[in-house]
C-alpha cells in the first residue's frame, strides 16, 4: 500500500511538471503576442523605433522575453564612475549619440562593450538605425536603438520556476554583515502568549506562531511561490494576492516591540507578526520603537482574504449539497416511480440539462424578487446576507447531481441477490435500506466528498461573477483577459495539485469505507 | 408383467408422436419464436412514450425555425443603430414604435435597437450546429479510439498517461489559448471544443469495453480465432448502442452550455456571429430593468438542452434490448 502510494505521488508530481510544460509552451510560445497590443492606445500613438521598443517593453512585463537596453547599459556604467551628475558628462553624452550614426555606430567603445557582454550571456543583438526624412531630420519616434534580447527557452522557464516554487528561510538568509547573533529558536510570542518559533538572520522574524485568525498556525517558514502576475496584480506574488485580507485597514492598542515589559501601548495597525528584515539602518525613530533590524510590516485589515471568501462559501454549499443531496436520492429510490421520484427527476433533468448560466441567474431572479436578498455581494447592507445566494446557487446543482448518483446506486443495488435473500429472511424493509442497500451505495458516493472539498479553494467561476464576489474564481478569466501570463501559470499549478490531491484522498478514502477495494492490486477483486 | 406395461406406454406414444419427413437438414435447426428486429423494436419501444412525439415534433418545429426562418428574416444587430429612440425597447413599445403588430418586435429589442426575436432565430442557429458538429466529431474520434484504447493493453498503457496529464490541463485555458492563437470564430470554436474534448468520451468507452473485453462470449469467440476487427465491430459496439445514446445525450447540450459559458466569459465566437451565449451575456448586464433582452434566449437555449436531453435519454432506454419484452 505504502509502495502504491508512493508511485501515486511521483506520477502526480510527473504529471504536475508535464502540465505546467504543456501550459507554459501554450501561453509564451504558441500565443500570438501582438494581441496584448489590440487595445492598447499607447501602442497606437508610437510610430516607428519608438513603437518597437514599446513591444520590446511590453513583452518583458508580460514576462516573454528578456530585454536590455543600450541606454540603461551606459546609465548604469557612467553612474559607477561620476555618481548623480552622470547625465552631465560629455562621456555619456557622446556614447548617447553614437548609436544615431549607422555607419559609425560600432566604433564606439561603449556599445562594443554592450555587444560583447549580452552575447556573451545568449541574448540577440538588435540594432535599430534612425528613421530620418531625406532633409536629415529624424523622423517623429524614429530615433535610433540599440536593444539586446533573449527569448528562454520552455525548459530554463520551467527550471527557473520550479527552483523558486519553494523556499525555506535559513539563519543565514539575511546578508548583513554586522548581525552576529544568528539563531532559529522556540520562543514567547508576546503578541499571542503562546509560543512561536522565531528567527535571526531569517527574512522573517516569526517562522511559525498562533493567532485567533483562521487557519490559526502561521508559516512564515516554508514559503511557496506559485508565480508573479504581471498585470493584473502588478508585481505581486500570486500567493499574496489570494491570501490577503481585502478589508479596511483596523488599528488597535498594540505593543511595538521596545515596549513590550513596559506599561506602554500605541494605537497601530502594524501585524508585527509579519515583519521582515531590512537592510538599510535604522532611522531614529525606528530605534526607538524596534529592538532589532525586523521593521518592514504589513498592516492589519479586516475581512476575509480572496481564497477565505470563495472557500466558506463552497465548504457551506458542499456541506448542504451532501446534507441535502444524499437523503433525497434514497427517498426518489425508495418509492421508485412514486410522485417524489417523478419530482426529483425532472429537477435533476432541468439541472443536467440548462446552461448553469441560466440557472443561476433564475436563482438570483427568485431570490432578489421574492426573499428581497441582496444581489450584488458588494452593495449587501447585511454581509451575511450576501453570502446566500451564491451559496444557494452553488448548492442547487450539486444536490442535484448527488440526487442523481445516490438514486442510480440505491436502484442498482436493490436489484442484487444479497437484498433478495436478506427479505427472503425476513428483515424489515426499512431495515434492508438502512444498513445494507444505503451503505453499500454510499462507497460510490464517499469517492467524490475529498474532491468536492479541495476544488472548493478553487471558487467558482459563473456564481462569483454573477454576484461580484471577491473570490478566487475568477483570477484565471481575468488573468486569461488580460493577458497576465504570471496568474495563468499560477492558476494552472495550483487547480492541477488541488485536483490530483482530491482523486488520491478520494481513493484513500474508499478503501478506508470499503476494505473489500484494494488499490494496489494485492488481493481483493480488482485487477 | 412390467414388459406389457412398457409396450402399452409405446403404443400410446406412437399414437401421440410421428417422425418428420427426412426433409432439410437446415431446416430442422431452425426454432420457432416470433420475429425480432432491433431497430423496429427500438422504435417501438420509443414511440410508445407520448412524451417523446411532443419533444420530437418541439425538434423538428425548432429546427425549421432555426434553418430556415435565417433566410426570411435576415437578421441584422446594427439595423437600428442609428436611431437610440429604438434601444431597449420593451415589446409593446417595440411594436408601437415600428408601426402595428410584427413578428419582428413582438419580443421587443436589445440594447443597440435589435430584435430580439430574429436575433434567436439566428442564434439558435449557430448553437444548433455548433453542438451538432461538435458531437459529431467528439464522439466518432472517441469511440473509436476508445475502442482501440480499451482493447488493446499496450496503447491503454500509454494512453492512460496521456490522459491523466490532459485532464488537468484546465480546459478554458485550452479553449481560450486555441481561440486566441486562431482568433475568434465558429470553426476555431468547434476545434477548440473538439481538441481536448474526445480524450474523456475515449476514456469513457475504454472502461465499457474493458468490461465487455472479458466477458465469457468474448472469451469464447478469441479461442475460436476471431480477428480484432470483427470483434470490436460485431461482440463489443453493438452491445454498447445504449450506452453510445446515452451519452450523446449529454454531449450535445454540453455543448449549447460550453458555449453560453465560454460567450458570458467573452471567450469564443467573434462578435459577428449570433450567439445564444452571446445574447444572454448582453442582456445580463441589465437583467432586472430589460428583462425581455434577456429572458427569452435563456428560455430558447434551456429548451433546446432539455428537449435533446430528454430524447437522448429515452432514445437510450429504448435502445436498450432489455426493454424490448413484450
Known amino acids: 500500500m505504502k509502495k502504491y502510494l508512493a508511485k501515486r505521488i511521483l506520477f502526480a508530481l510527473f504529471s504536475l511538471i508535464v502540465v505546467v510544460m504543456i501550459v507554459m509552451l501554450l501561453v509564451y510560445s504558441l500565443i500570438n503576442k501582438n494581441v496584448i497590443f489590440q487595445t492598447d492606445d499607447t501602442w497606437n500613438k508610437k510610430s516607428s523605433n519608438d513603437r518597437t521598443i514599446y513591444e520590446y517593453t511590453q513583452y518583458k512585463k508580460y514576462g516573454y522575453v528578456e530585454y536590455e537596453d543600450y541606454s540603461s547599459f551606459i546609465k548604469d556604467k557612467y553612474t559607477a564612475i561620476y555618481g548623480e551628475d552622470y547625465y552631465k558628462q560629455t562621456d555619456f553624452l557622446n556614447d548617447k549619440k553614437a548609436i544615431q550614426d549607422e555607419t559609425t555606430f560600432k566604433e564606439n567603445v561603449s556599445v562594443q562593450e554592450f555587444v560583447k557582454k549580452y552575447q556573451a550571456e545568449g541574448y540577440q543583438i538588435i540594432y535599430l538605425p534612425p528613421v530620418k526624412y531625406k532633409s536629415g531630420k529624424t523622423k517623429p519616434g524614429g530615433n535610433g536603438y540599440l536593444i539586446a534580447t533573449y527569448e528562454k527557452s520552455v525548459f530554463s522557464r520551467l527550471w527557473d520556476y520550479a527552483k523558486g516554487f519553494i523556499s525555506i528561510e535559513t539563519k543565514n538568509q539575511v546578508e548583513d554583515p554586522n548581525l552576529t547573533d544568528r539563531y532559529i529558536r522556540f520562543e514567547k510570542d508576546p503578541y499571542s502568549g503562546a509560543f512561536a518559533l522565531v528567527g535571526s538572520g531569517t527574512q522573517h522574524k516569526y517562522l511559525i506562531y498562533f493567532d485567533s485568525r483562521f487557519p490559526f498556525m502561521h508559516f512564515n517558514w516554508i514559503h511557496i511561490n506559485l508565480g508573479t502576475s504581471y498585470t493584473t496584480y502588478r508585481g505581486q506574488e500570486i500567493t499574496t494576492v489570494i491570501n490577503a485580507p481585502t478589508g479596511k485597514v483596523i488599528a488597535s492598542k498594540q505593543q511595538y516591540p521596545a515596549m513590550i515589559g513596559t506599561d506602554e501601548y500605541a494605537d497601530t495597525a502594524i501585524d508585527f507578526h509579519s515583519v521582515t528584515y531590512s537592510d538599510v539602518e535604522l532611522t531614529g525613530e525606528e530605534k526607538d520603537l524596534f529592538t532589532d533590524n525586523y521593521t518592514v510590516y504589513t498592516l492589519k485589515r479586516e475581512g476575509l482574504s480572496m481564497i477565505e471568501t470563495s472557500f466558506l462559501i463552497g465548504i457551506i454549499a458542499t456541506i448542504l449539497a451532501y446534507m441535502i443531496g444524499i437523503p433525497l436520492g434514497i427517498t426518489m429510490s425508495r418509492h421508485k416511480d412514486g410522485i417524489v421520484d417523478k419530482i426529483g427527476n425532472l429537477y435533476i433533468i432541468f439541472i443536467m440539462a440548462v446552461p448553469s448560466l441560466a440557472y443561476i441567474f433564475i436563482f438570483a431572479a427568485i431570490g432578489t424578487s421574492l426573499f428581497d436578498l441582496p444581489y450584488k455581494f458588494a452593495n449587501a447592507e447585511v454581509k451575511v446576507l450576501a453570502y446566500v445566494l451564491p451559496i444557494i446557487s452553488l448548492a442547487l446543482p450539486s444536490i442535484g447531481g448527488l440526487m442523481k448518483w445516490v438514486r442510480r446506486y440505491m436502484v442498482d443495488q436493490m436489484n442484487s441477490d444479497y437484498v433478495k435473500f436478506a427479505r427472503a429472511e425476513g428483515l424489515s424493509e426499512r431495515e434492508i435500506y438502512k444498513t445494507h442497500i444505503s451503505r453499500n451505495a454510499i462507497i460510490y458516493i464517499v469517492h467524490g466528498i475529498p474532491g468536492s472539498i479541495i476544488t472548493c479553494l478553487t471558487g467558482a467561476i459563473i456564481t462569483e461573477r454573477v454576484y461580484s464576489v471577491p473570490g478566487v474564481g475568477n483570477l484565471l478569466t481575468v488573468a486569461l483577459a488580460q493577458h497576465d501570463n504570471g496568474i495563468i501559470v499560477a492558476c494552472t499549478v495550483f487547480y492541477t495539485f488541488l485536483s490530483i490531491a482530491g482523486i488520491i484522498l478520494g481513493d484513500l478514502l474508499l478503501c478506508k469505507v470499503d476494505p473489500r477495494i484494494s488499490l494496489s492490486g494485492e488481493g481483493g477483486g480488482g485487477r | 408383467m412390467s414388459k406389457k406395461k412398457n409396450v402399452a406406454i409405446i403404443e400410446n406414444e406412437d399414437s401421440l408422436f410421428r417422425f418428420a419427413d427426412k426433409t432439410d437438414a437446415r431446416e430442422s435447426e431452425k426454432i420457432i419464436a416470433p420475429r425480432y428486429s432491433y431497430w423496429k423494436s427500438v422504435f417501438r419501444v420509443f414511440f410508445r412514450k407520448k412524451v417523446n412525439w411532443i419533444m420530437i415534433s418541439l425538434l423538428i418545429l425548432i429546427f425549421l425555425t432555426a434553418f430556415i426562418m435565417p433566410f426570411l428574416w435576415e437578421y441584422d444587430p446594427m439595423e437600428n443603430v442609428a436611431d437610440s429612440k429604438t434601444f431597449n425597447l420593451s ?187 452571446r445574447m444572454i451575456q448582453q442582456g445580463q448586464t441589465a437583467f432586472r430593468t430589460f428583462p425581455w433582452a434577456f429572458w427569452p434566449p435563456v428560455i430558447v437555449a434551456a429548451m433546446i438542452t432539455i428537449i435533446l436531453y430528454v430524447l437522448g435519454q429515452n432514445l437510450a432506454d429504448a435502445t436498450d434490448p432489455r426493454t424490448h419484452m413484450l
Open chain 2, 91 to 277: 415589446p409593446a413599445k417595440a411594436m408601437d414604435y415600428f408601426g402595428g403588430f410584427s413578428f419582428k418586435y413582438c419580443l421587443g429589442t436589445g440594447a443597440l435597437g435589435n430584435s430580439i426575436l430574429y436575433g434567436i432565430v439566428a442564434s439558435s442557429r449557430t448553437s444548433l450546429s455548433l453542438a451538432f458538429i461538435c458531437a459529431a466529431i467528439n464522439m466518432t474520434i472517441g469511440i473509436i479510439l476508445g475502442a482501440v484504447w480499451g482493447y488493446s493493453k499496450k496503447i491503454d498503457a500509454v494512453m492512460l498517461v496521456i490522459y491523466q496529464i490532459v485532464a488537468n490541463v484546465p480546459y478554458l485555458l485550452v479553449v481560450s489559448v486555441i481561440v486566441y492563437i486562431m482568433s475568434a470564430g465558429f470553426w476555431s470554436l468547434i476545434f477548440a471544443l473538439t481538441v481536448t474534448g474526445w480524450l474523456g468520451i475515449a476514456y469513457f468507452f475504454r472502461t465499457q469495453v474493458m468490461i465487455i473485453r472479458d466477458r465469457e462470449y468474448s472469451l469464447a469467440s478469441r479461442c475460436l480465432g476471431t480477428p480484432i476487427n470483427r470483434m470490436v465491430s460485431k461482440n463489443i459496439l453493438p452491445f454498447i448502442t445504449s450506452v453510445i445514446v446515452t451519452l450523446l445525450a449529454t454531449e450535445l447540450p454540453s455543448y449549447i452550455s460550453a458555449e453560453v459559458f465560454l460567450s458570458y466569459l467573452g471567450i469564443g465566437l467573434s462578435a459577428d456571429v449570433p450567439s445564444l451565449g
